[in-house]
């Protein structure tokens, strides 16, 4: 039986790192085996904010590939002000941080490229598809933002085929992300955000969303939306046991930051608790490693280390995604964080699933009631805080402490089968056959 195929939008492809490019990669590693065959379209001469060579071992043999030139703002930017570079990953300095400069460009990037600064790319990406879909037989088209432009590259050839069918995954939310209103938006620029997203919404035949959450908000803004989350590859797991067991630091209770960590998304409670804690606990003061593997913000990074956690730090820097892998794997207590307002408590960010996968308990920061305190509650992985737990953050990290002194190891986590990319790639198709059907 002849496969039927899914064009897939994406901006980011390998090699680009970091947790965008995960999900559909992963997506179109195992839909050839529910019968789907996955052609990607993303763009010749991308601006990537974090490169991941390993990432390309994951390419199906053989994929369609199609690219075409896209102009990107942010490389002329870059040139006038390094901290461009954070703009285009979803990054701001904020409050005191915020130079004249960094305020120009947010509201530059706000005002002038809606809904991103990938917009330039839209038009012409309409007009080569519409001739590549008048020439193949293409069953579905998925558009996977952000960037959010992308979507609207769905939007326009929906507008020139009506019988097309299109799916809009949305990996974070767009108006409702907590950096939208850092964006310093004039009340018009606003008007045309909501008009497009609410367009987006109106016309795509499904809305992807990747938590209970915002699968719920996207429906109450017209959506025919459904979530289906990220999650951990289990040929990710079989390296992860292969690596199994501690590096040189084993004598160490180590917590573990694996990925980007903005100024927005700063645990300022914890390391708040971590500093009284060195300062009044001996023991765990000779026992205690603080381990960052990825991109930590400078201004983050400089406060710690002029504190008296300084002697604590292991700063291993960006890392390919197989040693993040195995970095996860080493930790005692790993780390995860959201922002801090009631709209993100429906992000349920990507390495959570990979942090699931290791075993290990899970310490995580964002608004009450998040989707990710749910994930942990029911597969007893840890434990959710909100960014004012101070007394509660602290009793949890010395009973984990104390496990780690007393050699008790925790459970192996249960009940994140539902999690793995084969089993969420099994719903995908489900959801494909049904609209095509």
């Keep these: 039986m002849q496969q039927k195929k899914v064009l897939i939008i994406t ?25 789907w065959e996955p052609v990607i379209y993303t763009p010749e001469n991308p ?6 060579e390993s990432l390309i071992n994951d390419v199906p043999p053989g994929i369609e590939t199609i690219r075409t030139k896209i102009w990107e703002p942010y490389q002329l930017a870059e040139k006038l002000n390094k901290n461009n570079k954070k703009f285009k990953a979803g990054q701001f300095d904020v409050g005191k941080n915020q130079s004249w400069k960094s305020r120009l460009s947010i509201w530059v990037r706000g005002n ?7 917009v330039f790319w839209v038009n012409p990406s309409v007009k080569f598809l519409e001739r590549y879909l ?12 952000p960037p959010h432009s992308l979507h609207l590259i769905g939007l326009g050839l929906k507008k020139k085929f009506e019988s097309l069918k299109w799916i809009a995954d949305f990996r974070d939310p767009w108006t409702e992300i907590s950096y939208y209103k850092h964006l310093k938006l004039t009340s018009r620029s606003d008007m045309k955000h909501r008009r497009l997203e609410r367009e987006v919404f109106a016309k795509a035949d499904l809305t992807l ?20 989350t990220n999650g951990f590859d289990e040929s990710d797991a079989e390296r992860r046991e292969k690596n199994a067991g501690k590096t040189a630091s084993e004598d160490k209770f180590t917590l573990s930051y694996i990925g980007v960590l903005e100024q927005l998304r700063n645990p300022e409670v914890l390391w708040k608790v971590l500093m009284e804690l060195v300062a009044t606990q001996p023991d765990f003061t000779r026992n205690f490693q603080l381990k960052f593997a990825g991109k930590i913000d400078d201004r983050i990074l400089d406060a710690l280390l002029s504190s008296n956690l300084k002697n604590h730090i292991t700063n291993l820097g960006y890392l ?25 408590k429906g992000i349920i960010p990507g390495k959570i699933f990979e942090y699931l996968a290791t075993g290990k308990q899970i310490i995580s920061f964002g608004p009450e009631d998040a989707d ?30 104390n496990n780690w002194k007393n050699g008790i190891v925790p459970e192996k986590n249960r009940n994140i089968s539902q999690f793995s990319r084969k089993h969420l790639t099994g719903t995908l198709a489900e959801v494909l056959n049904q609209i095509v059907h």
Excluded at 136 to 145: K, P
Excluded at 209 to 228: M, Q
Aim: aromatic share 14%; net charge negative.
């Design 209 to 228: 969303a990747t938590s209970y959450s915002d699968a719920e908000n996207f429906r109450k803004k017209g959506a025919h939306a459904l979530c289906i």
């Design 372 to 401: 990710v305190a749910k994930i942990l509650d029911e597969s007893q992985s840890g434990k959710h805080f909100s960014y004012n737990s101070t007394e509660s953050v602290k009793s949890f990290i010395l009973d984990q402490y």
């Design 11 to 35: 901006y980011y492809w390998p090699p680009a790192g970091g947790p965008g490019v995960q999900r559909w990669l992963k997506f179109a590693k195992y839909l050839p085996e529910f019968g």
């Design 112 to 118: 002038f490229f809606i809904p991103d600064a990938r």
């Design 134 to 145: 008048k020439e193949h037989q293409i069953d579905v088209v998925v558009t996977s933002g």
């Design 47 to 52: 601006s990537y904010p974090l490169v991941d």
């Design 320 to 344: 390919s995604h197989d040693k993040a892998v195995e970095e996860m794997n080493h930790a005692d207590l790993l780390l995860i964080t959201n922002f801090p307002d009631p709209p993100s």
